[in-house]
């Protein structure tokens, strides 16, 4: 009786503490309808070398990238992927992901994530868990590092479609973001070793009943940047503590009647960018048609302002 209270104890001692961030209302520098991109879902942007780029999730064979100019946007053809093989899949993880992949084409390698470092792109595939390199000539190849089945062994990457779900090269190693049930960073360096991390919670941050998920990352201004889809917010997280020190809430800009999209169960937060001009967040609406204008299934950019916090 007194060991398991003592082990109660300190399982709750051990236990993460929801972290305590100010939360503040997002506020809006500029939104923009994307041109070209109905169908494509865009799941992940980066800023490589000026430039804003984006992959799809229905897409592999091609880098896009973002053009802003007014009060328009336009998604352009940035580099083609050419000599990418489909991976062997390594069948760690449950029954039921198992069989669920037998009904997914193993040449959609989902894209959810992109990075770059110099002229080389970076991008993670859902579909086999793998980081894909980029040449300036497009020409791609598999990084040869396999590091999910030490996640799935942790209990991530459990769930088929809730995997890799985000990536960022930082401070000499790559950051993905695991996406839900449960969310998680997983840091691979460059011998290949693997650190695997829970995300500190963050005091007042709600999930409105819906999963607690990971959508997108990026690093700016020596911080870790985290999506936290359904919660409609982005978060500046120190490291290594990875504990949020601000959160801004999206939420109402999302959901405004000029852009709330006609199906609202889940937060379509997908791709996150960050630079000196501010906070970059695209929607995926799945095709879905915004409410006001339902033939329209274009994406929607948000350009937030920094919050007004020192840091």
Known sequence: ????????????????????AEIIPAKLQASYWVDNSEGLDISGLSFCDGKLLAVSDKNSGEIYSLALDGKRAELRTHRLLTD?????????GSLWVAFMELFRPADQLDFEGISCT?????LVSEHYNRIANVDGQGKASWQEHIWSPIAKAEGYLQKPNASSEGLVRAAGAFWV??????RGLLQLNTKGEVSVFS???V??????????????LD???????????NAHAVCRRELPSLEAQWCVDYRALEESPERIYEETRYGKGEGLA??????????DNNNVGRAQVPQDKRALLLHLTFPDVHH
């Open 84 to 92: 990418l093989e489909t991976p062997s899949k390594e069948q760690v």
């Open 118 to 122: 110099g002229d080389a792109i970076h």
């Open 219 to 229: 690093y700016y201004d020596g911080a870790l940047f985290t999506l936290e889809r």
């Open 199 to 201: 995300l500190p919670s």
């Open 274 to 283: 960050v630079n000196p001009q501010g906070i970059f967040v695209v929607l």
């Open 177 to 182: 973001a695991m996406e839900r049930e449960p």
């Open 203 to 216: 005091a007042g941050l709600g999930f409105y009943g819906r999963s607690e998920d990971l959508a997108g």
């Open 1 to 20: 009786m007194i060991k398991r209270f003592l082990l109660s104890v300190a399982s709750i001692l051990l236990a993460p503490l929801a972290v305590a």
